[in-house]
């Protein structure tokens, strides 16, 4: 580990004074052509060069927010992916058109342009081509008029032309050319150069499983089987399938049967409040709100991630983040009059407590506390963007539904919290509310036409590349949709997939601060700082408070897993056969 991180942070110092490369690329567009899509290539010019993490698009006046937000979010997350901090880097891009540019059907061939040049790459695009957009996490989306853009770069010569995988089927060949399925902006980025990007994948990464969630998968089964006479036989019959299941993996997959005991209890208690009240449901479990509220505070306030000389343990960090919101969300709803929100807010704190003292048990990896800290800045910067993002990507009308998702309020009013938590050096709330809203975004963006497939073999791949600070919850979360798509008796259940694409888009969301923690180890360049507060691009003014320049590079300490206290379930992540 020690010394993956010395050579990055010998890349890194010397990109500060690399020179400018430069490219150019056939993007992709359509236009309106009677009742269909007429497809174009707009040819444009791409810089990546030494600076403080600006974005120029020329002509900037004829390019709209949906293209600024998701070309700045790629250039971000790439240069991420590459272990690198963007401010080292100023990206140009230079659309060689006279008319109006939008959409981000570019941004994933963008990011993908971006990961090659920052990690020592030069490629050459004379043959290939691509469309498709960025996700949060750098998964490439579907785009409108994949077909007459793939016929529009046959007309112009490319032979390579790259597009969503779910787009792919069915889709013509255009004169000849091939056109390749790519998942990611790292699947996108090894077809365009034709190299192997980050040969070292496919190691496994373990992640013990403390008791708790074990001891506690038994307790929610009790609280359910309470339940269960107050419900309608439908509800009945569903509940105690799910109780059952959970107690026959408590003892070898105590994560995943806590999971399913709490999804057994939500639903036994949502029911419970509609036909009986919540008066009702704090008797049959003996414990009310405030208790649990107790409780879970108590908890939170009872574990430290810190192991002292400027060290963190980072399971510890990443499991407290996970408890801290989950109170936090808790005690938001706790005085709502509505009986559904005090049930939410009571069976939140249940969570929130069971993360908290897993994070007892749980250590990790040990990291320099500062780079945690950073870690958390970047991300919250960058979830800003990444609300700027889908919000311009949405037709008007449906704005307001997605700003008001999370119990009424906005995702500006969470990012907001965020930022507060921040700044009061908070950094755990922070974190955890962060990777909250930026799971929500991904999940939305993802969830209505990506393949169950893509995103299990990109956790996999995007797990190992962000390194295992970060490896709780994210791991107990793709070990739980692994769980689904490999049960033959759940396959085809309703919601199954969607539950799969809502794991996995967690999983995700809890990888990026991974990220971000590699390219925090970077020395900032002079300047960063208020290069940082600048927001380039219209990116909300997230402080960097926490991510001044730091001459001195700390050496990460290797890796030391606590396993004594672990549970006999150890989550272990290989790549799919």
């Known amino acids: 580990m020690a010394a993956v991180f010395t050579l990055a942070l010998l890349a890194l110092a010397e990109a500060a004074y690399a020179e400018p490369v430069t490219l150019k690329l056939g993007l992709l567009a359509v236009k309106p052509q009677g009742a269909g899509y007429e497809g174009v290539v707009i040819d444009t010019v791409v810089s990546l060069a030494p600076g403080q993490g600006r974005l120029l698009l020329e002509p900037r006046d004829l390019v709209d927010d949906s293209t600024r937000y998701s070309t700045l979010l790629g250039f971000i997350l790439a240069t991420a992916m590459a272990g690198k901090d963007y401010r080292l880097y100023d990206m140009t891009v230079q659309f060689e058109t006279d008319t109006p540019v939008g959409g981000p059907s570019a941004s994933g061939f963008l990011a993908a342009t971006v990961l090659l040049l920052a990690l020592g790459y030069a490629p050459h695009y004379e043959e290939a081509t691509m469309t498709g957009m960025v996700s949060p996490s750098g998964l490439v989306l579907s785009v409108a008029g994949v077909e007459a853009k793939a016929a529009a770069a046959a007309r112009h010569g490319y032979r390579l032309i790259l597009v969503p995988a779910q787009e792919a089927a069915g889709l013509k060949t255009p004169g000849g050319a091939r056109v390749v399925p790519v998942c990611s902006v790292i699947d996108a980025a090894s077809q365009l150069d034709n190299v192997t990007l980050f040969p070292s994948l496919g190691r496994a990464l373990s992640v013990p499983v403390p008791p708790v969630f074990g001891r506690d998968a038994e307790r929610f089964a009790n609280y359910t089987e309470q339940l269960l006479p107050l419900l309608d036989n439908a509800t009945r019959a569903r509940v105690a399938r799910l109780v059952e299941e959970a107690r026959a993996l408590t003892a070898k997959r105590p ?119 950073k870690a958390a800045a970047m991300t919250l910067h960058y979830t800003h963007i990444a609300a700027d993002y889908f919000i311009s990507i949405l037709d008007k009308p449906f704005v307001r539904v997605f700003t008001h998702l999370i119990d009424n309020r906005t995702i500006r009013e969470w990012l907001s919290d965020a930022e507060n938590a921040l700044n009061n050096g908070d950094y755990l709330l922070a974190v955890g509310l962060t990777v909250y809203v930026l799971s929500e975004i991904e999940f939305r963006m993802d969830a209505p036409n990506t393949a169950t497939q893509c995103l299990t073999e990109y956790a996999e791949r995007l797990t190992d590349l962000a390194g295992p600070a970060f490896a709780v919850p994210a791991l107990y979360y793709h070990n739980y949709a692994l769980y689904f798509t490999a049960n033959e008796s759940r396959k085809g259940e309703t919601g199954e997939a969607l539950t799969v694409v809502k794991l996995e888009t967690a999983a995700l969301a809890w990888m990026v601060p991974g990220l971000f923690l590699h390219a925090a180890s970077a020395p900032a360049p002079t300047g960063a700082a208020e290069a940082a507060t600048q927001a380039p691009i219209g990116a909300a003014s997230t402080p960097y408070l926490l991510v001044a320049a730091e001459a001195l590079l700390l050496a990460v300490v290797g890796a030391a897993a606590a396993r004594a206290a672990a549970g006999r379930e150890k989550i272990e992540y290989t790549r799919l056969p």
């Open 255 to 373: 994560y995943v049967a806590a999971s399913l005991a709490f999804t057994a209890l939500l639903q036994a208690a949502n029911e419970t409040i509609a036909r009986h009240g919540f008066s009702v449901l704090e008797q049959k479990l003996g414990i009310t709100l405030q208790e649990a509220l107790e409780e879970a505070r108590r908890a939170v306030a009872g574990v430290s991630y810190e192991a002292g000389g400027g060290l963190c343990y980072a399971w510890s960090f990443a499991s407290l983040a996970a408890a801290s919101y989950r109170l936090y969300l808790a005690e938001h709803v706790s005085d709502q009059a509505a009986p559904y929100f005090r049930a939410l807010s009571l069976l939140r704190a249940l969570s929130a407590r069971t993360w908290a003292e897993a994070a007892s048990t749980l250590r990790g990896p040990l990291v320099p506390c500062s780079y945690l800290y």
